[in-house]
């Protein structure tokens, strides 16, 4: 875990916010300080149930290229779960 999300966490427990990380061991630290999290791919999917997005596909798409590190899985699973869209087969 980088200072970054040391910091966010940090933030998020003085706060009483929900951190918004990826990363697995900032995830883990957040659980044993009883912090709340979310991840890029919740915040993309809640915004689009909130018709705040017309896609998520096109997001996240634009955020891999981006460098968002995602598997092709994850991201399917997430879409049928929750919006119902088709991730395209690369």
Known sequence: MGSGETAVLSLAQEMGAIAVVDDRAART?????????????????????????????????????????????VIRAALSRTTGEIWPVC
């Open 29 to 73: 630290a957040a659980g044993i300080l009883g912090i709340r999290v979310i991840g890029t791919l919740g915040v993309i999917l809640r915004a689009r149930l909130k018709n705040r997005i017309p896609s998520t596909v096109d997001v996240i798409m634009a955020l891999r290229l981006a460098g968002l590190h995602l598997s092709d899985e």
